[in-house]
């Protein structure tokens, strides 16, 4: 379908892949909670996203995973500048972006692209394909050779649509096919970032599988950077290069793919791998059953986190220093080269089944305590 | 079986064969573009204490298939042929007040999004307490006993307060387990759980689905557990069925539909779904195309127009003739028994990984 990628690699690439593309530190968004009568004033906030320090590379392609309401999608939104950050910075190829005005940002806008989860909302319905994914070139008043239509149909036979479609509405499309609109229109600017939320979660397997390839083909063809935000931790394996795993506003563990799947450290990590359902398909499993975690109850509200290291009131772990001392994202012995973990005792690192499952959840523990002694 | 005395909906005949039996059946929609034949010719078969996975895509007819049992669709638009017998008591023609009988007393149904199959005008307590006055004739107070019993098995904490909660004061997991404590009030033979854990997140949903397996040891209940998640139904089901436009293609145990499957849709699913063991040099396989629409369905074999064997299939009967599924362990596919062994050992299998 998308064979042979005719785009032409982004323009003027003086930086060298491997360097720095976008470096946040510190990174801060706190959304005011306003109540009282009969002045509102604020009484709180809700700490969305609380210090996070990123690096994307070059060419690379970064996972950004965690359960709603970590605050992986205000990440997105703040790298993207399409909401304020509280404080903190964000450089991008050695420029501060973190307050720059329209002017200034006007530039840099298109280089660092969105594509959105729900190609649903995502698209206007009243206008034809052709004028959605020429809308950022004409709003950045390029003129491509041969004419933004002929460069549209390009797109669309990129991103594996007809060409054909050019005068065609968003409603005539599938959602699978919508959410290729939407790689089209990101592609549109020969952007060097991509920032992609979520952007098959809304897609059949068969469909989701379509799209993850279309973008894998995008990343490594063009060699865009990509920071791919999902929940789904065996897509998000699937696609990045590195990953990071949120948990409350913060990143609590950030490394190589193949050293945060299969040698995590911090008791959370541990958790949501444990937690995905997995289809056995071979009888005889070569790497052994997997370790079995259960958490109880859900994650505390972000407008009063809890103090010192956030997963402590669900963590199995969790000792008095952890109330009262925030872990720092630091290397831990045992850790592979550029693998942080924030955790004062961190785990083993391996996925495998151990002697005792972890079931913190009350009902469970009575019921499956009830089982073993009827048993 | 722990079911207890209860009043029966109707005689049940001596020859009653399968708990739940589903029989050819066809529910079609009028809708303003024409007739959307909605499920098309599906037959199953559930026993007692069984779980019955049912898998597929969106649109493919398992949802419909299991509003039907409950008599939950909407009879001015809808057409219903075929039968349903549960215990031999036959639902697709039976009365409103038979079927309500059933409801939340013998068959209960858990709702993908329970914020919005809870009602938030009434607080969770009585929610749960309801069906069973109902259903039992218990009183206000023994009833509410029930509820805050039912709440405290599954694992709300301070049972006895949250009962007087209202479901905006529940988190979504927790909203899910009083959806849970509500099905299971009756102590029902026949659970359906309508993609019970989609709207949740990965650690919250291992929660509840270890809860639900754990509560069917206890209670005996058959579930019917629909997803789109072949991950999940791993997990829960000791047999599968695979859904696609309207009707069943493929149905076995767990264990046979997973490492040995037969159908070209089942290939498909699998392989392009990304596992955390799957080989990352490769890349996903996904199935080619969009799934059909069910106003005007594809002729033949449905799945012919996404599939990449039907050359491998003697003249075009792929197109013209609609494969049959035999009963027990069987696939819909007009390919032989040996090529479908064949094709998998030697072209899906490497495949994944």
Redesign the interface.
């Known amino acids: 379908?998308t064979e042979d990628l005719v785009l032409p690699a982004p323009r003027d690439t003086d930086v060298p892949a491997g360097e720095p593309l976008l470096e946040v530190s510190g990174l801060t968004k706190h959304f005011p909670v306003k109540g009282g009568f009969p002045i509102r004033r604020t009484i709180g906030a809700v700490q969305a996203v609380d210090g996070i320090d990123l690096t994307v590379h070059v060419g690379e392609s970064f996972g950004l995973v965690g359960?709603?309401g970590c605050g992986k999608s205000t990440t997105g939104r703040l790298i993207t500048r399409l909401l304020e950050p509280t404080a903190g910075k964000i450089s991008y190829r050695g420029q501060d972006i973190t307050h720059a005005g329209r002017k200034d940002l006007a530039p840099i806008r298109s280089e660092i692209q969105m594509i959105f989860q729900d190609p649903y909302s995502s698209l206007n319905p009243r206008q034809t394909v052709g004028k959605i994914i020429s809308g950022p070139m004409e709003i950045n008043g390029i003129n491509p050779e041969g004419g933004r239509e002929k460069r549209v149909r390009e797109l669309l036979e990129i991103v594996g649509l007809n060409p054909e479609h050019y005068n065609r509405f968003p409603h005539e499309f599938?959602g699978?096919?919508r959410q290729r609109i939407g790689v089209a229109r990101a592609l549109a600017l020969e952007p060097k970032l991509i920032v992609a939320d979520e952007p098959v979660s809304a897609l059949?397997?068969?469909?989701?599988?379509?799209v993850?390839?279309l973008l894998?083909e995008v990343q490594r063809e063009l060699g865009i950077a990509f920071l791919f935000i999902a929940?789904?931790?065996?897509?998000v394996?699937?696609f990045s290069h590195r990953v990071a795993v949120m948990y409350l506003g913060k990143i609590i563990e950030v490394g190589d793919?193949a050293s945060i799947?299969a040698r995590p450290r911090h008791p959370y990590t541990h958790?949501?791998?444990?937690?995905?359902?997995?289809?056995?398909?071979?009888?005889a499993e070569d790497?052994g059953p997997r370790e079995r975690i259960?958490?109880?109850?859900?994650?505390p509200s972000p407008i009063a986190p809890p103090s010192g290291c956030r997963f402590r009131t669900r963590c199995w772990k969790a000792q008095d220093k952890c109330a009262t001392e925030e872990p720092p994202l630091v290397q831990l012995s045992g850790n592979h080269e550029g693998h942080l973990t924030a955790c004062h005792f961190p785990e083993e690192p391996s996925t495998e089944a151990r002697e005792e499952d972890i079931v913190l959840?009350?009902?469970?523990a009575a019921?499956?305590e009830?089982?073993v002694d009827e048993g | 079986m722990t079911t207890v005395t209860k009043e029966a909906g109707a005689p049940v005949p001596a020859d009653a064969g399968a708990f739940l039996s589903v029989r050819d059946l066809h529910v079609s929609f009028k809708t303003e573009d024409g007739v959307v034949k909605a499920v098309d010719g599906l037959s199953f078969d559930l026993e007692r204490g069984r779980t019955l996975g049912i898998v597929g895509e969106s649109g493919s007819g398992k949802s419909v298939t299991n509003l039907t049992i409950l008599g939950l669709h909407n009879p001015q638009f809808t057409t219903v042929e075929g039968e349903i017998l549960l215990e031999g008591q036959e639902l697709t023609t039976a009365r409103e007040s038979q079927l309500e009988r059933l409801r939340g007393n013998k068959v209960a149904m858990i709702f993908q999004d329970p914020l919005t199959a809870l009602s938030p005008y009434y607080t969770v307590g009585r929610q749960i307490a309801e069906p069973f006055m109902k259903h039992t004739g218990a009183s206000k107070k023994a009833a509410w006993a029930r509820a805050v019993e039912m709440l405290g098995k599954v694992g709300i904490p301070n049972p006895k307060e949250r009962a007087s909660d209202y479901p905006h004061q529940f988190s979504g997991g927790m909203r899910q387990r009083a959806m849970i404590a509500m099905a299971l009030v009756c102590d029902p033979d026949l659970l359906i759980a309508d993609e019970p854990t989609t709207a949740l997140d990965v650690t919250v949903q291992a929660q509840i689905l270890d809860l639900l397996k754990d509560l069917q040891q206890e209670f005996g209940s058959a579930i019917i557990f629909i997803t789109h998640d072949l991950g999940v139904i791993a997990d829960m089901a000791d047999d599968i069925m695979v859904m696609y436009a309207g009707g069943a293609v493929e149905r076995g145990t767990t264990a046979e539909v997973l490492r040995s499957p037969q159908h070209p849709y089942t290939w498909g699913l699998l392989n392009s779904m990304p596992r955390l063991d799957s080989d990352l040099s490769a890349p996903l396989a996904p199935i080619p195309g969009t799934p059909p629409s069910l106003l005007n369905p594809p002729s033949g074999c449905r799945f012919h127009p996404r599939c990449t064997f039907q050359d491998r299939v003697d003249g075009n009967r792929c197109v013209t003739e609609r494969p049959l599924l035999a009963p027990d362990r069987a696939s819909a596919c007009h390919l032989t028994a040996e090529q479908k062994h064949t094709i998998f050992v030697e072209e899906i299998r490497p495949r994944l990984g």
């Open positions: 379908m359960e709603s599938s699978g096919q059949d397997v068969s469909i989701q599988a379509q993850v390839n894998q929940h789904d931790l065996a897509v394996r699937h793919r799947y958790a949501l791998l444990s937690a995905v359902p997995e289809v056995n398909l071979s009888e790497a259960r958490l109880a109850g859900d994650v959840d009350p009902a469970l019921l499956e009830d089982v």
